[in-house]
């Protein structure tokens, strides 16, 4: 069974610009969340969504959303790019397992 | 202040030893996750953890809740367990991290 994937592995975007990234879960886990990993720095969370509602936001700016789609795959949208968005973006599935992350998403903002 | 600390922030050890990663947390919590992370980014959780002891391989995980402090101990250590380890605890939908332990094995 594969493990939770996200692409793209690797971005780089301008100032200004939007960017969308995605992530599947494992097969099975209905529940997915987001983070943002800054360098040097522990992952903070952004999103959880749980059969397509979002159930938690954490405490970043409108120019952040997302939203899960009925395959359960999930979607982060970040709007008018800063070059402090710059992170590793993370994604975890929940199933009855437990959690389960991705490799991530590397944004880089110029 | 962070809801979750961890100690200490950089850590060097020979080969072969002893090696304890401690976490502290201020939040109430349903439980407590162990995670490594290697060069490159990927997570990979080692232990969720909500009472007493978990053990897997050379990896033991505590968790003492009354006094909201958890510990990683890693014995026999090997180059390969080079990475950074991060506490992260759980409340309700929501993950709190610490900024990690970063551990160097050296052969």
């Known amino acids: 069974d594969a493990g939770v994937t996200q692409s793209p592995t690797h971005l780089i975007k301008t100032r200004g610009q939007q960017v969308t990234l995605r992530c599947s879960p494992i097969?099975?886990?209905?529940?997915v969340s987001w983070y943002q990993q800054v360098l040097g720095q522990g992952p903070q969370f952004i999103f959880q969504y749980y059969e397509k509602e979002e159930r938690g936001r954490g405490n970043f700016p409108d120019r952040f959303s997302a939203r899960q789609f009925p395959n359960y795959s999930s979607e982060l949208n970040v709007n008018a790019l800063l070059l402090g968005d710059s992170a590793l973006y993370l994604c975890a599935s929940r199933g009855v397992g437990g959690y389960t992350f991705g490799s991530g998403t590397r944004l880089t903002v110029v | 202040k962070n809801e979750v600390e961890q100690s200490p922030q950089n850590l060097t050890a020979q080969e072969g030893e002893f090696i304890t990663i401690n976490c502290s947390y201020s939040?109430?919590?349903?439980?407590l996750h162990w995670l490594q992370q290697h060069p490159g980014g990927g997570i990979v959780s080692l232990f969720m953890?909500?009472?007493g002891k978990k053990k897997h391989g050379r990896l033991i995980a505590t968790i003492n809740i009354q006094e909201k402090h958890s510990s990683l101990h890693i014995t026999a250590s090997h180059p390969r367990d080079s990475a950074v380890y991060i506490c992260a605890v759980r409340t309700g939908n929501q993950f709190y991290f610490g900024t990690g332990t970063s551990l160097t094995v050296i052969p």
């Open positions: 939040v109430g919590i349903s439980a």
């Open positions: 097969s099975g886990h209905k529940s």
């Open positions: 953890l909500s009472s």
